[in-house]
């Protein structure tokens, strides 16, 4: 019976056999759907990648005022930024760099000069060849101080860029031995002549060449057929992105047969998604954390025990359990764990404890309701998680007036732009990208107004640090000055939690939710 089902699977995937009539040939061999499916999937995995069809994803994070400028894109956009943009490098899934545009990038012993040689005879979507000038423009674009970028952070220590022929050169005005992975932020996609001219053209030499744009709505693409490497990604006719922001409707598209891949599926979701004959769940553990913001510049936020009190009042386990379903591990208000390379497990975890929450909001002065605003889009199951705070904040005599905002709008009107509500962070390659994105002063996506002389100096130091047991110290350090003094109140780090067809092949696990955001450049159909 296994020599004749496989055989039958092959003829599946071969297009001599359809898939109803071998599930059919499976029920009537005594075989359930489960495994006949499995049994497709690997036949499609040994025969690799499948051309054709119209690939469709279901994803949260897409609100009507998006651009597809990579240098303001999040969330959705940026995802659909990996099928049309192209990077000088990507992070692979075990975390080490893979190179893309940049074939080779080699550094001056000190780490302040390094040169980048750009791959040649790839192909923009206009037809323009890509050149050291158009990274070297790129880079030059992100880094301008008048740059709304959030990629502005990590690029502040560039001094100068020089294209050379087929090289780009950057000088840093201080040494960083993680310069390359600051490379894989998602905003910096390589762009004709930077973007400079028309940034929001979504013109890049990805895999897929932009069709569709409907910010909010949904976006498309074609396959290109002068992809430099066509052989790894970039397998479907057509791509299709749906923005569904709304947690329920996104997972009945996927059960309908409407999409073939979704994101940030909720915990209290997932065995019922398992149940499911064709569905697959997909969780990896990785830097991303569920978090809630406070503006350290903002009254009553601008009070340090106010902030302390309203951190040591969050019951972390409760929320895991309850929100997360175990998907995730405990936050302690810094936002790095151990998937960094140079995390610490020295700092002591902080716990509920009421009795010193209350101690620090009566130090504080304040009296009254504290306003927190939050939507699911910020991160899935945050209203539910929100009504677990304001019940723990209820024990240390807190008030906490939730104020439910729609999800539509919540990037633009609401998150950095309002003192005291939820949001979420995927996290970076490295500890010096995740801390000069939103915790360095001068940092565009600063989005707790947390300004700390002394934090700043040590980021700075720990970059030209080489002793990697130097380095892990001064960023312990940091994390210490985030946890006592920063606005941000971290009680997990999720599981990224993507759910997909059984339609789909070609999907493997990485760092970050969606194969590190290239699940649909990289997946393909087995039907």
């Known amino acids: ?78 995802i659909f930024g990996y099928c049309w943009g192209e990077y000088l490098v990507a992070l692979a899934p075990d975390g080490g760099l893979e190179n893309r545009l940049a074939e080779e990038i080699g550094s001056s012993k000190d780490a302040k000069t390094w040169t980048m040689k750009v791959r040649k005879g790839v192909e923009f979507h206009n037809g323009k060849t890509v050149t050291a ?181 969050i019951d972390r386990e409760e929320m895991l359990d309850k929100i997360l379903r175990g998907y995730g591990t405990v936050g302690n208000d810094f936002p790095i764990n151990a998937s960094y390379r140079l995390f610490t497990e020295s700092i002591p975890q902080r716990e509920f404890d009421a009795d010193q929450a209350k101690h620090y909001y009566k130090k504080s002065g304040h009296s009254g309701p504290i306003l927190l605003r939050v939507a699911d889009a910020g991160f899935p199951g945050a209203v539910d998680a929100v009504q677990l705070y304001q019940q723990s904040c209820a024990k240390a005599g807190i008030t906490i007036e939730v104020r439910r905002v729609p999800d539509d709008g919540f990037w633009s009107e609401v998150w950095n732009k309002q003192p005291f509500c939820n949001t979420y962070w995927s996290g970076r390659a490295t500890q010096d990208q995740m801390y000069s994105t939103t915790y360095l002063s001068t940092a565009a996506w600063n989005d707790t107004h947390f300004y700390n002389d002394k934090f700043d100096k040590l980021l700075i130091e720990a970059r030209v640090e080489f002793d990697e047991d130097k380095r892990k110290n001064l960023y312990r350090e940091m994390a210490i000055i985030v946890r006592n003094q920063g606005g941000v109140i971290i009680p997990m780090f999720n599981q990224a939690i993507d759910a997909i067809s059984g339609k789909v092949g070609g999907y493997v696990g990485g760092r970050d939710e969606l194969m590190n955001r290239y699940a649909f450049a990289k997946c393909w159909l087995m039907a």
Not at 27 to 41: D, K, M, Q
Not at 50 to 77: E, F, N, Q, Y
Not at 303 to 308: A, E, F, Q, V, W
Request: charged letters at 20%.
């Open 133 to 313: 000038d158009d990274v070297g423009a790129t880079l030059e674009r992100h880094s301008d101080a008048r740059s709304k970028s959030g990629a502005l952070g990590v690029l502040k220590s560039i001094d100068t860029i020089k294209a050379n022929g087929d090289e780009v050169v950057v000088t840093l005005k201080d040494g960083n031995a993680d310069f390359p992975y600051l490379m894989t932020d998602y905003h910096l996609v390589i762009q004709p002549d930077g973007g400079k001219d028309n940034p929001g053209a979504g013109i890049g030499a990805g895999p897929y060449k932009m069709t569709v744009n409907e910010p909010g709505v949904r976006y498309g693409g074609e396959r290109f057929a002068n992809f430099w490497q066509s052989d790894k990604m970039g397998f479907a006719d057509q791509l299709e992105i749906l923005a569904i922001n709304d947690n329920t409707a996104r997972v009945s598209a996927l059960q309908a047969g409407q999409v073939h891949i979704i994101n940030q599926v909720e915990p209290r979701v997932v065995d019922l998604i398992k149940r499911a004959p064709n569905l697959k769940v997909e969780a990896v553990s990785g830097p991303g954390y569920y978090c809630f913001n406070m503006f350290c510049d903002t009254p009553p936020f601008d009070n340090n025990d106010l902030r302390m009190g309203l951190k040591l009042a």
């Open 1 to 78: 019976m296994s020599q004749e089902l496989d055989y039958l699977s092959r003829g599946v995937v071969a297009g001599r056999l359809s898939r109803r009539a071998f599930l059919g040939r499976a029920t009537a061999l005594g075989v359930s759907a489960t495994f006949a499916n499995s049994l497709l999937a690997s036949a499609a995995r040994a025969k690799g990648p499948i051309r054709g069809g119209i690939i469709k994803g279901g994803l949260k994070g897409g609100g009507a005022t998006d651009s597809l400028d990579p240098a303001t894109s999040s969330t959705l956009v940026a």
